[in-house]
């Protein structure tokens, strides 16, 4: 079976990744199970795009093999798009989402309705051992909601709240999720394209 690498070391990410992709027959495999965990990456882009491009072409660079890698997020338009490109390490890369989740709740305190509007976005770079880059990018829509809600995803999810489903992405089923996520959407592009040039 052809093997894929993505560039993560986030679980999360990697589940549905592997569930967004599954059935064509090839098998995605992360960072850990390929034993580049200790690759350094320096994720100094201000971008999405150029953070995504960073750890795909990192990992290209020392494999020689085509890389897929997800620089994702979360902008809350109340605290002028943080924690943006800095989610991961909002309030520190050890804190708990518990605890980030409740700061961004208490900062919007004085927010109501459209106010605590939000999304979530994807970039998806594949990399190639020739230096040449692609990507797309995804997003999705909502509000910040006023508690944690759901067990399901990961990160910012129980704090993602859909309006017009009435619930957050993490009371989500996690195919109903991939079917209209940043995520989702960033890897759909991203799989067509790479038909498109015939390389998967
Ligand atoms: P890698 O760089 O190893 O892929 P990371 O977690 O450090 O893992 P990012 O820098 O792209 O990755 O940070 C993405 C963060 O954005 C992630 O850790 C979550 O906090 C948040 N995030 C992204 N997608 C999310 C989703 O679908 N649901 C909830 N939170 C999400």
Known sequence: MRKIIVATGNEGKMKEIRQILAGDGIEYVSLKDENLQDVEIVEDGTTFEENAVIKARTIAEITGQMVLADDSGLEVDYM????GVYSARFLGEDTSYTVKNNY??????????????????????????????????????GQIGYEEKGENGFGYDPIFFLPERGCTTAELPPEEKNKISHRGRALTAMYEKLKE???L
């Open 80 to 83: 002028d798009k943080a924690p």
């Open 104 to 141: 961004i709740i208490d900062k919007l305190a004085q927010a109501k309705g459209e106010e605590r509007s939000a999304r979530f976005v994807c970039v998806i770079a594949c990399a190639f051992p020739d230096g040449k880059v692609i990507t797309t990018r995804g997003t999705i829509e």
């Open 197 to 199: 040039e015939k390389v």
